[in-house]
């Protein structure tokens, strides 16, 4: 799953640091997942690795996360499944 978004910062804060992606994704004690977002054009980050997997309870939660990308008007970021079985999901 791929996603484009403007991570450039406002004019008045415009400058070469990166800026901070938020990121939520649902974490589940049923059939979820890990996923490893990164990007892909654009911009550049490191990936973030999710794990959507809730072990200690039997809830299922939105969770945020967040990357350090840097600016690009078009910076595509993508999330892939990296769980062992296709069972699995990430959201």
């Known amino acids: 799953m791929s996603t484009k978004v403007n991570t450039r910062a406002p004019e ?9 992606l938020p990121v939520a994704y649902l974490k ?6 890990k996923a490893n977002i990164t990007c892909v054009s654009g ?16 809830v299922s939660l939105t969770y945020m996360a967040s990357m350090a990308v840097t ?8 999330g ?10 990430w959201k």
């Open 12 to 20: 008045s804060r415009k400058c070469n640091r990166k800026i901070w």
């Open 80 to 89: 892939g499944d990296c769980s062992q079985s296709s069972f699995f999901k």
């Open 71 to 78: 600016q690009h008007a078009k910076c595509t970021v993508d």
């Open 28 to 33: 589940s004690f049923h059939k979820m997942g």
């Open 43 to 58: 911009c550049e980050c490191e990936p973030l690795h999710i794990d959507g997997i809730c072990k200690d309870r039997e």
